[in-house]
């Protein structure tokens, strides 16, 4: 099948999934940022890049070197007759880069969002009725296939996802997404809708209590010029009490929707095996979490500013429209909003992902 695989951004899912997809067979285009020209210069001059790690966590099963049809800056060329388009992009330029992409995808291309970010499919579906691309079928997950290293000629595995519920919002066609996406990761299933993606993404779930729990410890080390494990440094007993409190308010948003609730405990158990009576427990025995390498001391930074504004505060704001209480995530919001110096509320409007009205219009968009 040929796939095009548009951007890279901070974690690298794009390299992961080019070279994983290559290696299963598929003809594959990558498409990066001119600003990535020297971290990439290996990869385009020889039209591929050497992939390494457990065979196990990578749909191809296989390592070895993965080869490109194309890999390069050229947008129009790695989207040429592309029937599945996977984006890799910063979560703030993904509606405006997807805008300058959309009349060049081919005619029912089906796009799928590799990322971690909450509402994807919403803002690009938007994004596609207005430029008049109602052909195209956007869809999301509640994380990306695949977790890996790039070390600008070499990409090491890392964790593979499994049985990841995709959605979109044209939810009476996901037939037709899973029908071109199963081709490239076979165990994609259907959820009910991006009400129950956007709600049950990982790191809506995983990130808030830890990080503002655990951000004076990342400035010492940020100050002490020292790294951190994120996910063994500050997982408390405290941050898995406000991680489970979270949970519980999210559940009642969840229940005013319509949208199954699943707590964080159970999603990692589905994502990745972990094991646990609570948010705490669970993330202390995940082993994809707890073998992670070091990390920067300021990477919560990057991870809030997108977690924030286009995943707690449209919680928030979804909440009030059906008048169930959210203070919890709204503390979130603004606290994080003074700590980062951003204003917690300028991500997406509901208005701007197709959630504006009462719970049962919203349902009847989005599940039909």
């Not at 050229?74 to 040429?80: N, Q």
């Not at 073998?291 to 909440?319: A, H, N, T, Y």
Request: proline share 5%; with cysteine.
């Amino acid at each position: 099948m040929k796939v095009s695989i548009i951007g890279n951004a901070a974690r690298n899912i794009g390299i992961a999934t080019a070279a994983d997809l290559a290696l299963a067979g598929h003809e594959v285009s990558l498409c990066v940022p001119e600003n990535a020209s020297e971290q990439f210069s290996t990869v385009m001059d020889g039209k591929g890049v050497l992939v390494q790690g457990d065979v196990k966590q990578l749909s191809a099963g296989t390592t070895g070197f993965a080869n490109f049809a194309y890999a390069g800056h050229d947008e129009k060329t790695a989207l040429e007759d592309a029937a599945v388009v996977i984006l890799d992009l910063p979560l703030p330029e993904l509606s405006t880069r997807f805008a300058n992409l959309v009349d060049h995808l081919p005619r029912e291309a089906v796009v799928h969002v590799q990322s971690y970010g909450c509402w994807a499919a919403a803002m690009l579906g938007r994004v596609a009725i207005v430029a008049g691309r109602n052909d195209i079928l956007v869809t999301e997950a509640k994380a990306p296939t695949i977790a890996a290293r790039f070390d600008g000629s070499v990409v090491t595995a890392g964790v593979l996802r499994r049985k990841l519920e995709i959605s979109t919002t044209r939810i009476s066609q996901i037939g037709d997404a899973l029908a071109r996406l199963n081709a490239l990761f076979p165990d994609f299933i259907a959820a009910s809708s991006v009400l129950q993606t956007s709600m049950e993404n990982v790191n809506l779930m995983v990130h808030p209590a830890m990080s503002l729990l655990g951000c004076a410890m990342f400035e010492r080390a940020e100050l002490a010029n020292e790294t951190i494990q994120f996910y063994r440094d500050a997982n408390s007993p405290g941050a898995g009490l406000l991680a489970d409190a979270l949970d519980a308010e999210r559940a009642g948003v969840c229940r005013a929707y319509g949208v199954r609730h699943q707590g964080l405990p159970e999603t990692l158990s589905a994502t990745y095996g972990a094991t646990g009576e609570d948010s705490y427990t669970t993330v202390a025995s995940c082993s994809a979490y707890q073998s992670l390498p070091p990390m920067k001391p300021d990477i919560w930074r990057e991870w809030i500013l997108d977690d924030v504004p286009f995943g707690v505060s449209p919680l928030v704001l979804l909440g009030d429209q059906a008048g169930v209480p959210v203070n919890l995530h709204r503390a979130i919001a603004e606290i994080f909003g003074v700590l980062l110096g951003i204003d917690p509320w300028a991500g997406p409007s509901l208005e701007q992902l197709g959630l504006k009205g009462s719970p049962a219009e919203v349902v009847s968009r989005m599940v039909g």
